[in-house]
């Protein structure tokens, strides 16, 4: 049930099956700081007063329910894993009638503050922005997607690493996986992104470049602290981000 009154809800992916994590446990659920590090996100989306809070689901579903157990969030599964911006869009019938902002939280980026979600939220608020992403400063950007920006520092695309030419390859200004949108304009917005990329998936980030194409509010708040945007994909970043963020 969405009350009239709640202006802010909360999609969390952990649906990614991890595959280069080495291991049959869901990815979501590897611990850094003696907890899996979906919890930590889980706890960031519900103190910065989010409701509702849904997590989008794959591989292992049942453990991630009962991990969160008492969030008291809606579980919607992805099927088949097409990509965030395919995940995010699971969640539209369960958000057709919110009228406020959705924050996307990634659960493999289990470092991200209330603090800095909410200074993400001042900037989307202030700005009247359609859609506000967070970035990071990260000197080794290997395996992120990249923020390119125009001379002025407005945005102008965010290009996963695959899809990166030689000179957008040394850009250090990351993407962290965080997004605020306005619930319309998101859900409007997704049935019109592509995978004409070199995974064929649907990625998030093409709805900001959907809406500067449209003329709307597109703004970029960089973190304070590259320890909160640090994402685990392996066995090796796990450590690292526990021993970073978390020691």
Same mark, same amino acid.
Do not use: C
């Given at each position: 049930?969405?009350?009239?009154?709640?202006?802010?809800?909360?999609?969390?992916?952990?649906?990614?099956?991890?595959?280069?994590?080495?291991?049959?446990?869901?990815?979501?659920?590897?611990?850094?700081?003696?907890?899996?590090?979906?919890?930590?996100?889980?706890?960031?989306?519900?103190?910065?007063?989010?409701?509702?809070?849904?997590?989008?689901?794959?591989?292992?579903?049942?453990?991630?329910?009962?991990?969160?157990? &008492?969030?008291?969030? +809606?579980? @919607?599964?992805? !099927?088949?894993? #097409?990509?965030? %911006?395919?995940?995010?869009?699971?969640?539209?019938?369960?958000?057709?009638?919110?009228?406020?902002?959705?924050?996307?939280?990634?659960?493999?980026?289990?470092?991200?503050?209330?603090?800095?979600?909410?200074?993400?939220?001042?900037?989307?608020?202030?700005?009247?922005?359609?859609?506000?992403?967070?970035?990071?400063?990260?000197?080794?950007?290997?395996?992120?997607?990249?923020?390119?920006?125009?001379?002025?520092?407005?945005?102008?695309?965010?290009?996963?690493?695959?899809?990166?030419?030689?000179? &957008?390859?040394?850009? +250090?200004? @990351?993407?962290? !996986?965080?997004? #605020?949108?306005? %619930?319309?304009?998101?859900?409007?917005?997704?049935?019109?992104?592509?995978?004409?990329?070199?995974?064929?998936?649907?990625?998030?980030?093409?709805?900001?470049?959907?809406?500067?194409?449209?003329?709307?509010?597109?703004?970029?708040?960089?973190?304070?602290?590259?320890?909160?945007?640090?994402?685990?994909?392996?066995?090796?970043?796990?450590?690292?981000?526990?021993?970073?963020?978390?020691?």
């Amino acid at each position: 049930m969405i009350h009239a009154d709640n202006k802010l809800a909360a999609i969390i992916l952990a649906a990614g099956r991890g595959k280069r994590m080495n291991s049959d446990l869901p990815k979501v659920l590897h611990e850094v700081g003696g907890r899996p590090m979906v919890t930590w996100v889980a706890d960031t989306a519900r103190e910065v007063g989010a409701q509702p809070i849904i997590v989008i689901v794959g591989t292992g579903q049942q453990l991630i329910e009962a991990t969160l157990s &008492e969030l008291g969030a +809606t579980f @919607v599964p992805q !099927g088949e894993p #097409l990509g965030t %911006a395919h995940a995010v869009l699971q969640a539209r019938s369960f958000l057709e009638n919110f009228e406020g902002d959705v924050v996307v939280l990634s659960g493999d980026v289990p470092g991200i503050t209330a603090h800095t979600v909410r200074k993400l939220l001042r900037r989307h608020t202030e700005t009247g922005a359609s859609a506000t992403m967070m970035s990071g400063e990260i000197t080794d950007p290997t395996g992120y997607g990249r923020v390119i920006k125009d001379g002025d520092g407005h945005l102008l695309r965010v290009v996963e690493e695959r899809d990166t030419s030689p000179d &957008e390859k040394l850009v +250090t200004e @990351v993407n962290a !996986g965080v997004y #605020l949108f306005r %619930a319309a304009d998101l859900f409007r917005t997704l049935p019109l992104v592509k995978n004409n990329n070199q995974q064929k998936e649907y990625y998030l980030p093409q709805v900001l470049s959907i809406l500067l194409e449209q003329n709307k509010v597109v703004t970029v708040e960089k973190a304070e602290n590259y320890r909160e945007i640090l994402g685990v994909n392996t066995q090796t970043e796990l450590r690292r981000v526990h021993a970073e963020t978390f020691s």
